[in-house]
């Protein structure tokens, strides 16, 4: 893809999950949001992740999913399903992707040495009588590096690099990791303009149950005065998380908009439209 002479550049970096988008007709209006940006000399990384989809193939196979404070206990036999769920998943994007004429490149964190982890410490986990154990996550990794250059070398080709979460140490043990996580450790190391959360909201609400109540943008002490307040509460304290995380780790913005609108995806917010929940800093 070539863009054209006009464009004024920036760097996006967007993430979602199966929630949010799944089967060829979100993954199709997805892409066509894409086309034009890119055309215009944007460059954009794409983060998916793929929970919901790798806890079902665990239970197809008969594999019971343990979670502590949210996280996969990820031992071999998870890890394996893991990435037999996210690389097919990988290919449905890229060829949706490829099929309306967009470069893209399906790559995990350890292709090219993408991204390098580190092992996840232990986390406590509280049983039935009251006592505490410390739980050895196995697989489960966290960011540690980034590979700016191959990604910058990805990008300055006009090709969008299409991530899932499974990284490897240094020494080569591949790891699941946070899909919020890797992309906003990405966002953060390409300097990106904005990181956008593909969710299955329209953004935040003032009330859940009226879509005009949406707020268009909302600054990080805002965000943590509604959660305080109980405006913002149950399922959607984790994705406004995902926000402040992304900011406190060098995000200058993000932006969280409902990958369910039967519409548009993006719509036109990286020219100042109006779409979903712009979070920032200050």
């Given amino acids: 893809m070539n863009p054209d002479s006009s464009s004024t550049g920036g760097t996006y970096l967007i993430k979602f999950g199966?929630?949010?988008?799944?089967?060829?007709?979100?993954?199709?209006?997805?892409?066509?949001?894409l086309l034009p940006l890119l055309r215009q000399g944007r460059r954009v990384a794409v983060v998916h992740g793929g929970g919901p989809e790798i806890t079902r193939a665990m239970?197809?196979?008969g594999m019971q999913a343990r979670k502590v404070d949210g996280i996969?206990?990820?031992?071999?036999?998870?890890?394996?399903?893991?990435?037999?769920?996210?690389?097919?998943?990988?290919?449905?994007?890229?060829?949706a992707f490829v099929q309306s004429g967009i470069e893209?490149?399906?790559?995990?964190g350890h292709d090219r040495s993408?991204?390098?982890?580190?092992?996840?410490?232990?986390?406590?986990?509280?049983n039935a009588d009251g006592s505490v154990e410390m739980v050895d996550l196995v697989n489960v990794g966290e960011v540690d590096e980034v590979n700016v250059p191959v990604l910058e070398g990805i990008l300055s080709q006009g090709k969008v690099p299409v991530?899932?979460?499974?990284?490897?140490t240094k020494d080569g043990r591949r790891?699941?990791?946070n899909a919020d996580t890797l992309a906003y450790s990405m966002a953060a190391a390409l300097g990106c303009e904005e990181m956008i959360l593909i969710t299955d909201v329209p953004g935040i609400l003032l009330d859940v149950k009226d879509p005009s109540s949406l707020v268009p943008e909302a600054s990080?002490?805002?965000?943590?005065r509604m959660i305080e307040e109980g405006i913002i509460r149950d399922g959607m304290i984790p994705k406004v998380e995902g926000c402040l995380k992304a900011l406190q780790a060098g995000v200058r913005s993000t932006r969280m908009v409902n990958g369910k609108d039967p519409q548009s995806i993006l719509g036109d917010i990286i020219h100042g439209g109006q779409k979903g929940t712009r979070v920032y800093m200050q």
């Fill in 59 to 61: 239970e197809e196979k």
């Fill in 163 to 168: 991530v899932y979460p499974i990284c490897a």
């Fill in 114 to 126: 993408l991204v390098s982890c580190v092992k996840k410490a232990p986390l406590p986990s509280r």
């Fill in 175 to 177: 790891m699941n990791v």
């Fill in 18 to 33: 199966g929630n949010a988008i799944g089967g060829p007709e979100d993954l199709n209006r997805l892409a066509a949001d």
């Fill in 104 to 108: 893209a490149l399906g790559m995990a």
């Fill in 220 to 224: 990080k002490a805002e965000v943590l």
């Fill in 72 to 95: 996969r206990v990820t031992d071999d036999a998870a890890l394996q399903v893991a990435e037999e769920v996210l690389m097919r998943i990988n290919r449905q994007v890229v060829e």
